[in-house]
């Protein structure tokens, strides 16, 4: 059971705008920097979104985060057929001392 | 650029350890502003982050709690690598495991993966 809570699922059609949230507390999300990894199965999770809010280089501006208080969330828009996958939240969590990942969002393109 | 490369599957036995090694090329185990992490997945637990070691001055390390009783990592400075040794596996373990690292932006900020090794825990 994972300290950051994410939905299961998510879906959209292409061209659509999606949201994934993640919820913590104030020793993880709320007190740390999140960021936001994409998992395609048979590969390496890839960073997307670092401090909260910010694409390393590569990343498509399609995609952004955000984080207030102890939640954060992970913004896809103009949605593609390639962004179907998994995506993680990520935090420290300083009551465990170590690094917290939510239980992952499968994303359906339909 | 940073490469870090792990070797192929592994089938083991329940109750046997685990030792896996991530070769490290474009930065150093001991670099002074990174860290080395082993992280897991399974479609079971998603991603789960088990530890990591880190160089600043001395040697330091941070275990998952539920971890804490079996696993070591330890680098090898000689070869620019880092291990990962888990006892008494089970076949709750079975999982791909990633060697990662964190850089200088914080421990969440896990920027270049491994390409993953297959762990099958099974009798």
């Known amino acids: 059971q994972s300290v950051l809570t994410q939905p299961p699922s998510a879906s959209g059609t292409p061209g659509q705008r999606v949201t994934i949230s993640c919820s913590g507390s104030?020793?993880?999300?709320?007190?740390?920097?999140v960021c936001w990894y994409q998992h395609l199965p048979g590969t390496a999770p890839k960073l997307l979104i670092y401090s909260n809010d910010r694409r390393p280089s590569g990343v498509p501006d399609r995609f952004s985060g955000s984080k207030s208080g102890t939640s954060a969330s992970l913004t896809i828009s103009g949605l593609q057929s390639e962004d179907e996958a998994s995506y993680y939240c990520a935090s420290w969590d300083d009551s465990l001392n170590g690094q917290e990942f939510g239980g992952g969002t499968h994303l359906t393109v339909l | 650029q940073v490469q870090l490369q792990q070797a192929g599957p592994r089938l083991m036995k329940p109750s046997q350890t685990l030792s896996l090694t991530c070769d490290i090329s474009?930065?150093?185990?001991?670099?002074?502003?990174?860290?080395w992490n082993w992280i897991r997945q399974s479609p079971s637990r998603g991603l789960e982050w088990l530890g990591r070691?880190?160089?600043?001055?001395?040697?330091?390390?941070q275990y998952a709690v539920s971890m804490k009783s079996r696993i070591l990592i330890s680098p090898d400075t000689s070869k620019n690598q880092f291990s990962l040794h888990l006892d008494s596996v089970t076949p709750e373990d079975t999982a791909v495991y990633y060697c990662?690292?964190?850089?200088?932006?914080?421990?969440?900020?896990?920027?270049?993966w491994g390409q993953g090794t297959l762990v099958s825990v099974s009798s």
């Open positions: 070691i880190y160089y600043r001055s001395n040697w330091y390390h």
């Open positions: 104030y020793s993880n999300v709320g007190g740390h920097p």
């Open positions: 474009g930065d150093s185990v001991s670099s002074n502003v990174a860290a």
């Open positions: 990662v690292r964190d850089g200088p932006l914080g421990p969440e900020m896990l920027d270049y």
